[in-house]
């Protein structure tokens, strides 16, 4: 698992780790039943306190994406098919509000914007 920590971002650094293993887990990159790194191991690698990873893995368990087992360790949920389109959708939504604001930055009206969206949605390279 590669995660990567930025001391520029004004994110706390359980906040980057629980991200970086959420948008793995949604993308499906970390799949049902998967391991996750001992809390202690992954500070280890990441050079950072165990109080950060098991911060980071607390949220996640919240957000029913992984399990801890007592002497097992943190393994990813099995993952609700609905859940992940749910996430997914809420991602998109944010990114889709990111282009409106541009769009209304441009001063381009609503039928213009659609019109890229539709465009690039068409003829678009698209690597799904």
């Known amino acids: 698992m ?18 970086q293993i959420r948008s793995l887990i949604l993308n499906g990159t970390l799949s049902s039943g998967q391991p ?9 690698d990441l ?3 165990v109080i950060t990873t ?6 996640l368990e ?17 993952v609700n098919a609905d859940f992940v389109r ?3 959708m809420k991602r998109l939504e944010q990114q ?3 282009v409106i604001k541009e769009g209304k930055a ?16 068409e003829e678009g390279d698209l690597d799904i």
Do not use: C
Request: glycine content about 6%.
């Open 2 to 19: 590669n995660i990567i920590l930025s001391n520029a971002s004004n994110d706390p650094i359980y906040v980057q780790i629980t991200q």
């Open 36 to 44: 996750l790194p001992s809390i202690r191991q992954l500070a280890k």
């Open 47 to 49: 050079q950072i306190s």
């Open 96 to 98: 889709m509000l990111a």
């Open 86 to 88: 749910e996430q997914r």
């Open 106 to 121: 441009l001063r381009l009206s609503l039928s213009e914007l659609q019109q890229h969206i539709e465009l690039l949605y």
């Open 54 to 59: 098991k911060r980071a893995y607390e949220e």
């Open 62 to 78: 919240k957000e029913g994406l992984i399990d801890s087992v007592v002497g097992k360790g943190s393994f990813v949920t099995g």
